[in-house]
């Protein structure tokens, strides 16, 4: 059974990230809505998607990152068979970075 988890309050929270001006507010936001726990969490998802698509290994990844290859399956399962969310802000991540 898929869990639909669209709707008016997660449309509200998604328009709350894109009103967010820089990175401080960023910050504040996200201190405020989610654990400092949640969000190493969510930074770490992030941080092992990027290294799965450099082309790393569970193992190189695991240790750089300290994810379980748990996660790092969840998250090569997304990269693999996902929306596309990951592949579309490590792009946009790589590019910003290549224009500093």
């Known amino acids: 059974m898929t869990i ?3 709707d ?3 449309d509200q929270l ?8 820089n990175e401080e507010e960023m910050y504040a936001f ?3 809505i989610a654990t400092i726990g949640e969000i190493k969490a969510l930074s770490q998802r992030l941080e092992v998607a ?3 698509s450099r082309g790393l290994t ?3 990844i695991a240790q750089k990152t300290g994810a379980s290859t748990a ?3 969840r998250v090569k399962k997304c990269l693999e068979h996902g929306t596309n969310g990951y592949n579309i802000v490590i792009e946009r991540l ?7």
């Not at 998604?14 to 001006?21: G, P, R, T």
């Not at 790589?94 to 500093?100: I, T, Y």
């Open 8 to 10: 008016n309050l997660s």
């Open 50 to 52: 990027t290294q799965l």
């Open 58 to 60: 569970y193992p190189q």
């Open 94 to 100: 790589e590019a910003k970075s290549k224009n500093k």
């Open 30 to 32: 996200l201190e405020d």
């Open 14 to 21: 998604c328009a709350a990230f894109l009103l967010m001006e």
């Open 71 to 73: 996660t790092i399956s």
């Open 4 to 6: 639909k988890w669209k």
